[in-house]
């Protein structure tokens, strides 16, 4: 399994809003600076994961982006699905999805749940706090 491009710009940008938590708001062209991604897909990060409930963000004089609640109460699995959808490493398991030829004969199926529910679970205990957190190197660069 591997994440996309935009979902783990997603992550890179979440952690760069949570260490501005607590602080002023940021802007997208920081967050942009300082991730080195792009401006516009930083803009579209921030439209999609403001749409998802984890990110605020207010236009005009004082405006910027937050976070929508602390760092600790959003989980990795939450910005994932904010950029891909329900996490699910099978098609077949989702509501309405009938496009697999094997499928009336597939003995694994009804043992997609259990392995999906298996891999939301170790997303969802990976907290923002945590990996937005600098490798202690990084702190001593920041703090050189």
């Known amino acids: 399994m591997r994440l996309s491009s935009m979902a783990d710009y997603a992550v890179v940008t979440m952690c760069a809003a949570a260490r501005h938590c607590g602080f002023a708001r940021v802007s997208a062209s920081d967050l942009a ?18 749409k998802a409930g984890l990110l605020k ?4 004089s004082g405006g910027g982006i937050k976070l929508a609640r602390p760092a600790a109460a959003i989980s990795l699995a939450d910005i994932v699905e904010a950029i891909e959808g329900p996490i699910a490493l099978t098609a077949c398991v989702e509501a309405g999805r009938h496009d697999c030829a094997l499928e009336a004969k597939c003995s694994v199926r ?18 923002l706090n945590q ?10 660069q920041e703090i050189a």
């Open 131 to 140: 990996l937005a957190q600098l490798p202690a190197a990084s702190k001593e």
């Open 33 to 50: 600076e300082e991730t080195g991604l792009p401006l516009p897909t930083v803009q579209k990060l921030v439209s999609a994961l403001s």
């Open 57 to 60: 963000s207010m236009r005009g």
């Open 110 to 127: 009804p043992h997609w749940g259990v392995v999906n529910q298996a891999l939301h679970g170790a997303l969802d205990n990976v907290k």
